[in-house]
Protein backbone atom coordinates (compact mmCIF):
# COMPACT_ATOMS: atom_id res chain seq x y z
CA UNK A 1 0.00 0.00 0.00
CA UNK A 2 1.23 3.69 -0.98
CA UNK A 3 1.60 6.23 1.89
CA UNK A 4 -1.86 7.73 0.60
CA UNK A 5 -3.40 4.33 0.95
CA UNK A 6 -2.57 4.05 4.40
CA UNK A 7 -3.79 7.32 5.34
CA UNK A 8 -7.26 6.71 3.69
CA UNK A 9 -7.26 3.84 5.99
CA UNK A 10 -6.94 5.48 8.69
CA UNK A 11 -9.33 8.22 8.26
CA UNK A 12 -11.92 5.97 7.14
CA UNK A 13 -11.39 4.28 10.11
CA UNK A 14 -11.40 7.34 12.76
CA UNK A 15 -15.30 8.91 13.53
CA UNK A 16 -16.15 11.59 10.99
CA UNK A 17 -15.45 14.32 14.38
CA UNK A 18 -11.31 13.01 14.31
CA UNK A 19 -9.96 15.39 11.73
CA UNK A 20 -6.16 14.46 9.69
CA UNK A 21 -3.58 16.66 11.22
CA UNK A 22 0.45 17.53 11.56
CA UNK A 23 2.33 16.09 9.46
CA UNK A 24 0.41 13.37 8.52
CA UNK A 25 -2.22 16.25 7.08
CA UNK A 26 0.99 17.52 4.90
CA UNK A 27 1.56 13.76 3.73
CA UNK A 28 -2.23 13.19 2.14
CA UNK A 29 -1.12 16.68 0.26
CA UNK A 30 2.40 15.06 -1.09
CA UNK A 31 5.39 15.69 0.74
CA UNK A 32 7.31 12.57 1.67
CA UNK A 33 9.21 13.79 4.42
CA UNK A 34 9.03 13.07 7.99
CA UNK A 35 7.54 8.81 9.35
CA UNK A 36 4.40 7.89 7.89
CA UNK A 37 3.35 6.68 11.05
CA UNK A 38 1.81 7.51 13.43
CA UNK A 39 -0.88 8.84 11.00
CA UNK A 40 -2.15 11.87 13.44
CA UNK A 41 -5.81 13.10 14.07
CA UNK A 42 -7.25 16.05 15.76
CA UNK A 43 -10.56 15.67 17.89
CA UNK A 44 -12.26 18.44 19.85
CA UNK A 45 -13.21 17.29 23.27
CA UNK A 46 -12.76 13.68 24.68
CA UNK A 47 -12.44 10.61 22.61
CA UNK A 48 -10.32 7.72 23.30
CA UNK A 49 -9.53 5.15 20.90
CA UNK A 50 -6.98 2.88 20.52
CA UNK A 51 -6.37 1.79 16.71
CA UNK A 52 -2.73 0.25 16.09
CA UNK A 53 -0.92 3.13 13.79
CA UNK A 54 -3.09 6.10 14.75
CA UNK A 55 -1.86 8.36 17.04
CA UNK A 56 -5.29 11.20 18.70
CA UNK A 57 -4.53 14.43 19.59
CA UNK A 58 -7.55 15.90 21.58
CA UNK A 59 -8.09 19.92 21.94
CA UNK A 60 -10.75 22.01 23.83
CA UNK A 61 -11.06 24.07 19.85
CA UNK A 62 -10.13 22.99 16.68
CA UNK A 63 -8.17 24.47 14.85
CA UNK A 64 -9.24 25.60 11.02
CA UNK A 65 -10.46 22.56 8.93
CA UNK A 66 -10.96 21.95 4.99
CA UNK A 67 -12.52 19.11 3.18
CA UNK A 68 -9.33 17.04 3.90
CA UNK A 69 -8.63 17.54 7.74
CA UNK A 70 -6.89 21.41 9.73
CA UNK A 71 -5.49 23.25 7.14
CA UNK A 72 -1.93 22.88 5.94
CA UNK A 73 -0.95 26.23 7.78
CA UNK A 74 -2.73 24.55 10.82
CA UNK A 75 -0.86 21.21 10.06
CA UNK A 76 2.35 23.66 9.63
CA UNK A 77 1.82 25.00 13.40
CA UNK A 78 0.99 20.95 14.71
CA UNK A 79 4.47 19.71 13.41
CA UNK A 80 6.63 22.59 14.75
CA UNK A 81 5.36 21.58 18.57
CA UNK A 82 6.86 17.74 17.36
CA UNK A 83 8.39 18.09 14.26
CA UNK A 84 12.45 17.86 14.11
CA UNK A 85 14.00 21.30 12.60
CA UNK A 86 15.14 19.42 9.59
CA UNK A 87 11.64 17.93 8.65
CA UNK A 88 9.78 21.14 9.66
CA UNK A 89 11.93 23.55 7.89
CA UNK A 90 11.53 20.98 4.71
CA UNK A 91 7.67 21.28 5.35
CA UNK A 92 7.58 24.79 5.62
CA UNK A 93 9.05 25.43 1.99
CA UNK A 94 7.88 22.77 0.37
CA UNK A 95 4.59 24.07 1.18
CA UNK A 96 5.09 27.56 0.29
CA UNK A 97 6.55 26.70 -3.17
CA UNK A 98 3.68 24.34 -4.03
CA UNK A 99 1.22 27.17 -3.34
CA UNK A 100 -0.27 24.99 -0.01
CA UNK A 101 -0.22 28.14 2.07
CA UNK A 102 1.27 31.49 2.93
CA UNK A 103 3.29 32.84 5.69
CA UNK A 104 0.94 35.58 6.03
CA UNK A 105 -1.22 32.48 6.59
CA UNK A 106 0.41 30.59 9.14
CA UNK A 107 1.44 34.13 10.82
CA UNK A 108 -1.83 35.23 11.44
CA UNK A 109 -3.09 31.69 12.72
CA UNK A 110 0.22 31.64 14.71
CA UNK A 111 -0.76 34.96 15.96
CA UNK A 112 -4.71 34.27 16.60
CA UNK A 113 -4.19 30.69 18.38
CA UNK A 114 -1.14 32.00 20.12
CA UNK A 115 -2.01 29.03 22.98
CA UNK A 116 -1.27 26.85 20.66
CA UNK A 117 1.97 24.07 21.07
CA UNK A 118 3.92 24.85 17.93
CA UNK A 119 2.46 28.57 17.37
CA UNK A 120 5.83 30.53 18.65
CA UNK A 121 7.84 28.19 17.05
CA UNK A 122 5.95 28.33 13.44
CA UNK A 123 6.69 32.07 13.31
CA UNK A 124 10.29 31.68 13.80
CA UNK A 125 10.53 28.89 11.11
CA UNK A 126 7.69 31.29 8.63
CA UNK A 127 10.40 34.46 9.34
CA UNK A 128 13.54 32.00 7.91
CA UNK A 129 12.03 31.17 4.84
CA UNK A 130 10.85 34.59 4.37
CA UNK A 131 14.16 35.52 4.69
CA UNK A 132 14.83 33.68 1.34
CA UNK A 133 15.78 30.61 3.00
CA UNK A 134 15.90 27.53 0.24
CA UNK A 135 15.17 24.99 2.00
CA UNK A 136 18.14 22.25 2.03
CA UNK A 137 19.21 20.33 -1.02
CA UNK A 138 16.85 17.68 -2.75
CA UNK A 139 19.01 14.42 -1.43
CA UNK A 140 19.81 14.76 2.45
CA UNK A 141 23.19 12.95 2.44
CA UNK A 142 26.22 13.37 3.97
CA UNK A 143 27.18 16.57 1.91
CA UNK A 144 24.25 18.10 3.60
CA UNK A 145 25.57 17.74 7.12
CA UNK A 146 29.11 18.61 6.30
CA UNK A 147 27.74 22.01 5.85
CA UNK A 148 27.98 22.09 10.12
CA UNK A 149 30.92 21.73 11.96
CA UNK A 150 31.27 19.34 14.85
CA UNK A 151 31.87 20.64 17.97
CA UNK A 152 34.88 19.36 19.09
CA UNK A 153 35.07 18.38 22.83
CA UNK A 154 37.90 18.47 25.22
CA UNK A 155 39.14 14.96 25.86
CA UNK A 156 37.49 13.10 28.67
CA UNK A 157 34.38 14.58 28.33
Known amino acids: MSDLDWITAATLAMPGRAHLSHAS ?3 ALGLTIADLLPIRFTVRGDLHLDLAGIFLHRTVALPPLDD ?3 TPAAAFIQMCAE ?4 DVVVAGDWLLANEHTT ?3 IDQ ?3 LQDWRPGA ?4 VHAALVRRGYDGPPPVFGGAWFDLFEPIALPPGS
Open 109 to 111: LAR
Open 103 to 105: IMA
Open 83 to 86: GRLI
Open 120 to 123: LMSV
Open 68 to 70: VGV
Open 25 to 27: RLQ
